[in-house]
């Protein structure tokens, strides 16, 4: 009667000693004297006490932020870039079978991949063109982790880093496009002036009445300011009469 009440205390306490739980978002990798046996959870699960181990394996995004590298683009400027990288685990079996630590192997896998992507793109490419180098961040890493059972969501560049004589020789250049895009609006807006009052004149060289008007105009602006400036008005008769008498006298000449 004792040994059977010891052998039933034995089995309650091995029986509680196997009682796992998993939660949610968790899967628990079983093993059986060192052989993969199966998948358990999530919620309560009961494992073979010193026969059966687990390995619990988080299945939520992880988000990882990169360490700055230090790495030479494809036109010789060296930059300091980091970035943010965002994963999940679709396969436990995988990610727990296939690697040895697929955390740091899909960390070290990233910055591999941010230096090689950094250094087949110029610098212009890399600060203007960041969607592209995302994506083909996240394409290059997530074909390598496929065989891990583990998904790349989204790769981003955070930084980016440029030494500042780059950086003076940068502004210097924004600095003279600029003033490059700045002639050429003056000079287009001088050039439809110049159309502009080419034909006015025209039109008020076909109608006298018009100029006097314009004259008038041009008193009235000038009495705005209440200044002493003198304006003497000649009539365009006289002005007329004059161009015609020095046509006369040029052609007295020729003659």
């Given amino acids: ?20 739980i998993a939660q949610e978002y968790e899967r628990a990798i079983v093993f059986r004297l060192g052989r993969f046996v199966g998948q358990r959870g999530p919620g309560l699960y009961w494992i073979i006490p010193f026969i059966e181990r687990r390995i619990t394996v988080d299945m939520r995004t992880k988000t990882v932020e990169l360490e700055q590298q230090e790495t030479i683009t494809k036109d010789s400027v060296t930059i300091k870039v980091n970035a943010v990288l965002w994963f999940r685990v679709l396969s436990p079996e995988k990610a727990i079978i296939k690697v040895a630590n697929f955390n740091q192997a899909v960390y070290q896998l990233s910055v591999t991949a941010l230096r090689n992507v950094i250094g087949q793109h110029q610098l212009d490419e890399v600060l203007k063109s ?10 290059l890493v997530d074909a390598a982790t496929e065989p891990w059972g583990v998904q790349i969501e989204m790769v981003e560049i955070k930084d980016v880093e440029i030494p500042e004589s780059m950086q003076r020789a940068m502004a210097r250049e924004a600095e003279a496009i600029r003033e490059k895009r700045a002639r050429i609006i003056k000079a287009e807006a001088e050039l439809e002036a110049s159309l502009k009052l080419t034909q006015g004149a025209k039109q008020m060289e076909s109608s006298p009445m018009a100029l006097e008007l314009r004259r008038m105009q041009m008193l009235s602006e000038i009495g705005i300011d209440n200044n002493t400036t003198t304006v003497v008005l000649i009539p365009s008769e006289f002005t007329n009469l004059a161009r015609g008498f020095a046509q006369n006298q040029s052609g007295t000449t020729v003659s």
């Fill in 1 to 20: 009667m004792t040994g059977l009440l010891i052998f039933l205390g034995v089995g309650v306490i091995l029986l509680f000693m196997g009682l796992c």
């Fill in 130 to 139: 960041r969607q592209e180098i995302n994506a083909t961040l996240q394409r």
